[in-house]
T-cell receptor, first 115, second 113 residues
Framework: AQTVTQSQPEMSVQEAETVTLSCTYD???????LFWYKQPPSRQMILVIR??????QNATENRFSVNFQKAAKSFSLKISDSQLGDTAMYFC????????????FGKGTLLTVNP | DVKVTQSSRYLVKRTGEKVFLECVQD?????MFWYRQDPGLGLRLIYF???????EKGDIPEGYSVSREKKERFSLILESASTNQTSMYLC????????????FGPGTRLTVT
């Protein structure tokens, strides 16, 4: 069974600074996908970024980027130029490739961006 | 944009009541999911459906059932609500089996008293 671990229950950062959220996972699979989801307070969960395991290049989406270390089974999220609207719970998630529907989530990291 | 809607944002029910949570998606997605979200536990999959009338158990199906009579609608049923089912319930959908991104609804916060 796959497991996803987010070791930082809470983090804070000053506005305009950079912060990195950590995520590690455990799997014996070679074909899989990783995601970071963002859940703002009282708002809908949205997809921030995805990474295919077969791609060596780290995914980026505007101010969000990942550091994907496949051998170390690490998938951290870097948020640059943090904004107040980045305050949210962030979940790391894993899904095995192929016809598999099960998305395994970490327990989340609550990020607070301070003015 | 994909839109996933849930019938209620907040719901209060009494112990023993039968509870229906409804989820609708408007993008012709094949797969639909019900999760439960609790502090410190993340999201846990209750049930999912990969086609009309098809369903599979997730990690915590006990005390729940589901129904999918139409492609766009997926219902979660608590046959006899209990206080330990007080939680946030999230519905999600994805396009098909090879599409791994899931799109979430706003959630229903259920309180069972």
């Amino acid at each position: 069974a796959q497991t996803v671990t987010q070791s930082q229950p809470e983090m804070s950062v000053q506005e305009a600074e950079t912060v990195t959220l950590s995520c590690t996972y455990d799997t014996s699979e070679n074909n899989y996908y990783l995601f970071w989801y963002k859940q703002p307070p009282s708002r809908q969960m949205i997809l921030v970024i995805r990474q295919e395991a077969y791609k060596q290049q780290n995914a980026t989406e505007n101010r969000f980027s990942v550091n994907f270390q496949k051998a170390a089974k690490s998938f951290s999220l870097k948020i640059s130029d943090s904004q107040l609207g980045d305050t949210a719970m962030y979940f790391c998630a894993f899904i095995r490739g192929g016809s598999n529907y099960k998305l395994t989530f970490g327990k989340g990291t609550l990020l607070t961006v301070n003015p | 944009d994909v839109k996933v809607t849930q019938s209620s944002r907040y719901l209060v029910k009494r112990t023993g009541e039968k509870v229906f949570l409804e989820c609708v998606q408007d993008m012709d997605h094949e797969n639909m999911f019900w999760y439960r979200q609790d502090p410190g536990l993340g999201l846990r999959l209750i049930y999912f459906s990969y086609d009309v009338k098809m369903k599979e158990k997730g990690d915590i199906p006990e005390g729940y059932s589901v129904s999918r009579e139409k492609k766009e609608r997926f219902s979660l049923i608590l046959e006899s609500a209990s206080t330990n089912q007080t939680s946030m319930y999230l519905c999600a959908s994805s396009l098909h089996s090879m599409s791994y991104e899931q799109y979430f609804g706003p959630g229903t916060r259920l309180t069972v008293t």
